[in-house]
C-alpha cells in the first residue's frame, strides 16, 4: 500500500506526453472477442484497469501481448463466456463483455462490475435494451446469465444516453442477423472510437457522432489494427493541475477539440491556452478568476469527468465557481476532503458552490474514487504545506506514470509505502 507525499507551492513547466483513453481501450478490448483474427491496437495506456481487461481475455481463451504501448490480441481461441467474479467485480467495464461474448458465443455468464462508488450505477439500460432485441437474463448468485433465445432486430430507445449501454449495444449487435438502430445514444468520442475500430474489424455500423446509431449485423469480424485516441480526461486533468498551480506546461500526443468545454473554462479563469493540432500549450500565472457556472452533461457537454478536477484547480481563484452534478448522483465524494485543506465550498443537492480563498493548507486526504483522487492531488500541489493522499488503488486505475509526470514537471511529490497495520500475535 502507498500513500503520495506532496509539497505544494511549485510552479509546473515542461512537456506530457499524454496516453490513449482509458475509457476507449476498454471497450475495444472487449470488442477484440467479436474478432476470429488478431487485433493489433497501439496507444494503450498501460494502467489497472487495461491489465483488468487482459485478464479476463486471458480467462476467456484469448491470447494477450503488450510491446510498449501497443497490444496484440489474439480472440481466435476464446473458449468460454464466462467472466469471473474477482476480475468483473474490479471496473464498470467488465460489463461490456456481456455484449462482446453475447455476439461472439450467443451467450455469457458474470459477475456484477465494479467500479467508482458514484452512485447506484445500475445497468437496467444494457439488460432491458438487450432483452428487447431477444436477449434472456437470469440472476443467481451474484452471477448474470444471458443467452439470445431468439435475435430480433428493430429500433432501441435509450432514456439516458448511457456510454456503457451503447457500447453493449454496438457490441452485441455486430454481429446479429438485421439491423437494430440506437435513438438516444451516447455521443461521447470514446463511442465513435469503438465504432471506427469495429468498422475496421468489417462491421456496418453507421452514425457514429450523433444520437441515432444503426448497426448491420454481419457474419464476422476479421482483425483489425487500430490506434486508440488521446484521453481527454488525462488531458484535462493536466491542464487542471498546471492552471491552479500557475507554470507553462505543453501537452504531446493530444486533441484539444475533445476537450473544448474545459478548455473554454480555463480560458475564462484567465490561462494562456493554444491548441495546435495534436498539441496543446497552456500558461497560467496561477492567479486564477472564477468561472462560470459549470453544469456537467453527456457529450458534447462538460465532462463529468472533468469536474472534481476543475474544481480543485477553482479553490483559490477570485471569485465563486458553481458546480452542478447531473451524471452520478455521488460524485462530490472530494468535496469534504477538500475542505480539509480551507476550501470554501458549500454543498446543496447536486450543486457546489466554490469561493476561492487565499490560502490552501496542507491536509491528510483519502480519495474515494478516480477522478476525486486526481481532484486532491491537484489541491494539494496548491496547498501551502505538506498534504498526504491516501487511497492510491482508485489512481492507479486511470493514470499512467501520473506521479513522475508531474515530478518532471517540477511538483514535489513522491510515493511512500504505507506501513502494514501492526498485527499483535495474540
Ligand atoms: C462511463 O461510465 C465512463 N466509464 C465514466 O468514466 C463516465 O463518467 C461515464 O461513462 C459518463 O460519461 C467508462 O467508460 C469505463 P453511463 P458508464 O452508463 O458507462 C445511469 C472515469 O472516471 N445509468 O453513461 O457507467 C448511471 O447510473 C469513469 O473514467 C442507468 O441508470 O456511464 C449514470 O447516472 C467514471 N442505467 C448515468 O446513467 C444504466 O443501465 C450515466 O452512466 C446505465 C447507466
Redesign the pocket.
Known amino acids: 500500500m502507498k500513500k503520495l507525499l506532496i509539497t505544494g507551492g511549485a510552479r509546473l513547466s515542461g512537456t506530457v506526453r499524454i496516453h490513449g483513453a ?2 476507449s481501450v ?2 475495444v478490448l472487449a470488442a477484440c472477442c467479436l474478432c476470429t483474427s488478431p487485433c493489433v491496437l497501439h496507444n494503450c495506456p498501460d494502467i489497472e484497469d487495461v491489465r483488468t481487461a487482459l485478464a479476463i481475455l486471458e480467462s476467456l481463451g484469448c491470447k494477450t501481448r503488450r510491446e510498449g504501448s501497443t497490444l496484440c490480441i489474439d480472440a481466435s481461441g476464446l473458449s468460454k463466456f464466462r467472466v469471473e467474479k474477482r476480475l468483473a467485480g474490479k ?3 467488465s460489463i461490456l463483455f456481456l455484449g462482446a461474448l453475447l455476439a461472439r458465443c450467443g451467450k455469457a455468464e458474470l459477475a456484477l462490475p465494479g ?2 462508488p ?9 439488460v432491458k435494451s438487450l432483452a428487447k432485441l431477444g436477449a434472456r437474463f437470469r440472476f443467481e448468485k451474484g452471477i448474470l446469465q444471458a443467452a439470445w433465445r431468439e435475435r430480433r432486430d428493430g429500433d432501441i430507445f435509450l432514456s ?6 451503447t457500447e453493449n449495444l454496438l457490441l452485441a449487435c455486430a454481429l446479429m442477423n438485421g439491423t437494430v438502430t440506437l435513438h438516444g445514444a ?1 455521443r ?1 468520442p ?1 463511442i465513435t472510437d469503438l465504432i471506427g475500430f469495429l468498422r475496421a474489424a468489417g462491421a456496418d455500423i453507421r452514425g457514429a457522432g450523433s444520437g441515432d446509431i444503426t448497426i448491420r449485423g454481419v457474419k464476422k469480424l476479421h482483425g483489425a489494427t487500430y490506434t486508440i485516441l488521446p484521453d481527454r ?1 488525462e488531458t484535462a486533468t493536466y491542464l487542471c493541475m498546471a492552471a491552479g498551480c500557475g507554470g507553462e506546461v505543453e501537452l504531446q500526443r493530444c486533441d484539444g477539440r475533445l476537450l473544448a468545454p474545459v478548455i473554454e473554462r480555463l480560458r475564462e479563469a484567465g490561462c494562456e491556452i493554444n491548441c495546435d493540432g495534436s498539441e496543446i500549450a497552456l500558461k497560467s500565472s496561477g492567479k486564477l478568476t472564477a468561472v462560470s457556472p459549470v453544469t456537467t452533461a ?1 457529450y458534447p457537454g462538460f ?3 472533468a469536474q472534481a478536477i476543475l474544481m480543485a484547480a477553482v479553490l483559490r481563484a477570485k471569485g465563486e465557481s458553481v458546480f452542478q452534478e447531473t ?3 455521488r460524485r462530490f465524494l472530494h468535496v469534504p476532503e477538500l475542505q480539509k485543506l480551507g476550501a470554501d465550498i458549500v454543498l446543496s443537492g447536486k450543486t457546489a458552490r466554490v469561493r476561492g480563498v487565499a490560502h490552501l493548507h496542507g491536509a491528510m486526504l483519502r480519495a474515494e474514487d ?2 476525486g483522487a486526481a481532484a486532491l492531488i491537484t489541491a494539494g500541489l496548491l496547498a501551502e504545506g505538506e498534504s498526504e493522499v491516501l487511497g492510491l488503488s482508485h489512481l492507479a486505475r ?1 493514470y499512467e506514470n501520473l506521479e513522475q509526470n508531474l515530478k518532471n514537471l517540477g511538483a514535489a511529490i513522491k510515493s511512500v509505502d504505507i506501513p502494514a497495520p501492526f498485527v499483535y500475535n495474540t
Do not use: Q, W, Y
Open positions: 482509458k475509457n476498454l471497450p471496473m464498470r467495464s467500479g467508482c458514484l452512485g447506484e450505477r445500475p445497468i437496467d439500460l444494457h439516458i444516453p448511457s456510454v456503457g449501454a451516447a461521447e470514446e480526461i453527456p465532462p463529468t469527468d451524471v452520478f448522483e478516480l477522478r486511470g
